[in-house]
Each structure stands twice: as structure tokens, then as C-alpha cells.
């Protein structure tokens, strides 16, 4: 990356924005196609179905969505960037042929409806969803591989176009799907977000070209990088995304246990959507720290930003959910019926807590990748997701809870014990390369 002298809070909030954007902009995926889907026939069942598909679709992504903090750490020069897009083209090859496998109609009857127990009919809708997804999680980790290196090299402003390119398919699509008689909503959701993670994918590489003929051309070699170097930093970051992304299905199955199931089902991923625009403030930060921590005033400066950054995204999420604006988004925006935004309303003030845990993860996980430590990374997540399966478990059957606020409630807790628990490994970080 071109160095960037004093580090200012400018400065951060210069290579940051764009990175916001792209996030921000991801997160109007979520709540726009819900909300579609809420407007087509038997939104309940398509909803739910919806849900449950782009779970199995973060499950199969979960390898390859570490691959941008694997690039920009990683990518120094021709050789590390041959052999670690040689590693991302065997990860995608992978996971195209898992998603086969997880379709085949046994396979997925079994997981379905014998492990999670959902409806035959949510099923049915769910499986022609993860069929139409099978493009999403390769195209994800070559995209992704491809900014890493961008954002590295300060050109964060092009990330932010290849999501506008993203969004714009994905907006094309959806709406002409929706215009289509007795297309299901599921199908309108999957198809859309398919067609837009492609169309960026190829964006970004046309994006890229001129700054990865210079690195191919280029004198500078960098660093050796074998591919057991790749594994040894990549191994805990994958393993982190795979365990947390994996409890997605977990909390699908004990929505399926719990009272009032369907509606749970139905109005996560509406609050996940709109919740998901206020931790994008958080996890767009991720990458800034890595890129720009060199010295102990650059960790000052950017903690200082990520501390206001945590109290800005609580206040603004407060506002929705603890005033009538609540029910504005939740019918108005979101196509919820009344009964359904009631159901919701006290989930998503629980929910208003968890931007704040996102904010102070990423930040801590920056520091931690940057100094090449993430080990610490996946036992925090093992703890996250350890306790929000033993919260779900005592929430749903010992105190009878509704799945969907024992589910926030989980998520909430399970995240927080992650966020303390690398308080000393992020403190041993610090202390190794500022001394203090």
C-alpha cells in the first residue's frame, strides 16, 4: 500500500468511507429483497424459506469471505499474489462441488427436514434456492481475493464501484423476476443476489487489471509465500468463519423447536437485514486497521475512531427501534403485516445492542491479523458460538421463549463473550509491536 505519511483521523475516514459504502451498500441488499418477497404470494413460507437458503449459502461462503484480510495482508508482490490465487481458485473448485452435493435431493431431504426439521413446503422453496445460489460463495472469494489486493494498494474508492455494479444487477434482476407471474418470492431473492455477486466479480477484475499487470510485471517479487505459510495464517480465519457462519443452521433448527416457529422464521431475516446495515460500520473497519496500523499513534487514532464509530451506530439503530419508526420500517419498508411487526418489535430492541460488539471485534481482529496472530481469532469464536447454542438451548426449552428472541438474545451474549475474551490476546498484540 502507498504510504500514507502521519496518519490523521482524515486520512482514516478517507480510506474507510469508501469501504462503508461498499457494506452500506451490501446491506440494502438484504432488506430490498425481503421486502419484495414480503409483497408476493405466501410471504410467510417464502420468507422463512429465504432465510434458511442464504444460511446454507453463508455455510458454503464461510472458506472464502476471510480471503480479503488473506489479501491484503498477504499480497506483497508477483509471487504471493501466483500462489495465493492459486489457492483461491482450489477453494472455489471445492466449494462448487460441496453445493452439488449438498442439492442432491437425499442430501438435502436429510438435512432439511430430518436434522432441521422445517415444513415440506419450506424445504421444497429452500432447496430450489440453494440450487440457484451455487454461483454465490465462488464468485464471493474471487471478488474478494481481487480487493484485498486493491485496498492494499489504496484504491478503496474501486471496491465501492464493483458494489454499485453489484447492486445494480442484483436491483435489475429482482425487479423483473418480480414482475414475472408465479415466480416464488425465494426464487426472485436467490436469483438476485446470484446475478449480482457475478456481475461484481467480473467488475472487480476489470477494475483491477492495470494494478495486477503492474504487480505480474513488475521487479518487486515480494515476499516467498508457500502454500503452508497461506494454510498456517488462513487455517484459524476460515476455521472462525466456518464456526460462525455454521450456527446460522444451528439457530435455524431451534427456531424450528420453538414457539411460534414460522413467524421466527419468517421476521429473522428482516431484523438480520436491517440490523446488518449498522454492523456494517464495524465490519467494514476490519480491513482499515489492517492496512493502516504501523505505529503505536496509527492504533490511538484508529481505536479513538472506532470508539465514537460504536456510540454513532448504537444511537442510530436506538432511534428505529425504540420509536414508532420501528413500525414504519418493519410494515412500511419491509412489507411485514401488523401481527408480524408486533411479533417483532421487542427482538429488535434487544437486537440494538449488537452493533456495538461488531464495531469492537473487527477492531480487535485488525490488530491481530495485522500482527499475523489470529489463532486468538477462532477461539473467540468457538466461545461466541458456544454459548449462544448452550443460550438457544435454555431460552427455547427451559424458558419457553419465542425462536426469534431467544435466537437475538443468544447472538447478543454469545458475541459479547467472544468481544472479552480477546481482550489479552489483543493486549499481548498491542504490547508486541509498540511495546506498551
Known sequence: M???????????????LPLLATWLMMSIEGPFLTALIARLADPEFNLASYGVAFSFALIIESPVIMMLSASTALVDGKFSFFKLRSFVNIVNLALIVLMLIVIYPPVFDFISIGVLNLPERVAHLTHMAVAILIPWAPAIGYRRFYQGIMIRNNMTRMVALGTIVRLSAMSLTAILLFGVKGVHGVVVGASALSVGVIAEAFATRLMSSGLIKKIINGTDSGSELTYGEIVRFYYPLVLTSFISLGIHPVVTFFLGQSRMALESLAVLPVLNSLVFIFRAFGLSYQEVG???IKKKDDFIKLRNFAAVMALLVFTGLSIISFTPLGDVWLISVSGLSEQLAGFAALPLMIYTFFPITTVWINFQRS???????????TYATMIEVSAVILLLFLTIKYFDMTGVTAAIISYTIGRLAANIYLVNPFRSARSKIFGS
Open 2 to 16: 502507498k504510504d500514507l505519511a502521519e496518519l490523521s483521523y482524515k486520512k482514516i475516514l478517507i480510506f474507510w
Open 290 to 292: 489492517i492496512a493502516l
Open 367 to 377: 490488530l491481530l491479523v495485522n500482527v499475523r496472530i489470529t489463532k486468538p481469532i
